[in-house]
């Protein structure tokens, strides 16, 4: 079947402006991730969501950062005012069951963001 | 704060060699614990996964890791590389909100 999904694959975008990231998890999975990878950070968590409802924020960086899910499947990772400091690969993740810890989660391919 | 410790950030290792790359966690729950892999130009795949049972597990393309409760430790294991197996390693352990924490990475580069 169909994996996670993810849109745009690169952005390049300038200092200042806005950018939206998008997730399709697979289908029926009710836990989504969002994580970023970038060179001297590694593999950082920022945020979970179980359906609609996000009980984890804790890895967010700023408040220039938010996230919402809609109908309990599509992301969406939104971030304002982009720093240079932000570019890094964004990725999702979605998982089945809702009990979280147990899980296997299944990444997409991830979204380049670039800020100039 | 739960954490992921791995001991080798860059190895080489010629084809036919055997690997072993540590893992060190700290948690103090129960834990489920992941390796993950990243292929050039790919997506993070998993390897293999700890929940619960025999501690010793078997993953995809010949990988195993064992689970060793009284170190903390789930060091990944291939007895024979293949140029193939060129990519970043990933350990992971999972938090009670079901969120990956990630070790460092491990960048293995195996020469044919």
């Known amino acids: 079947g169909a994996g996670v999904s993810q849109s745009p694959s690169n952005k390049v975008t300038e200092k200042g402006k806005d950018v939206e990231l998008r997730c399709d998890p697979i289908s029926g999975h009710t836990a989504l991730y969002w994580y970023r990878q970038s060179l001297g950070q590694g593999l950082e968590f920022l945020i979970y969501f179980q359906g609609n409802s996000a009980p984890d924020k804790s890895g967010l960086p700023s408040d220039r950062f938010s996230a919402e899910r809609t109908g309990g499947s599509v992301s969406t990772l939104t971030i304002q005012r982009t720093q240079q400091e932000d570019s890094a690969v964004y990725l999702c993740?979605?998982?089945?069951?809702?009990?979280?810890?147990?899980?296997?989660?299944?990444f997409g391919p991830g979204t380049r963001l670039t800020v100039l | 704060a739960q954490s992921v410790s791995q001991h080798n950030h860059h190895v080489i290792l010629s084809e036919a060699a055997s690997l072993e790359l540590g893992c060190n966690y700290s948690?103090?729950?129960?834990?489920?614990l992941f390796w993950y892999v990243q292929y050039p130009g790919q997506h993070l795949q998993l390897l293999l996964k700890y929940f619960s049972g025999d501690p010793l597990v078997k993953g995809i393309k010949g990988f195993e890791a064992e689970f060793i409760k009284s170190k903390f430790s789930f060091n990944l294991r291939k007895p024979s590389m293949q140029w193939s197996d060129t990519a970043e390693y990933f350990c992971?352990?999972?938090?009670?909100?079901?969120?990956?924490?990630f070790g460092q990475g491990t960048t293995l580069q195996v020469k044919p």
């Open positions: 993740a979605s998982s089945f069951l809702s009990s979280g810890r147990s899980d296997t989660q299944y």
């Open positions: 948690y103090g729950g129960t834990v489920n």
């Open positions: 992971a352990v999972t938090s009670n909100t079901g969120k990956l924490i």
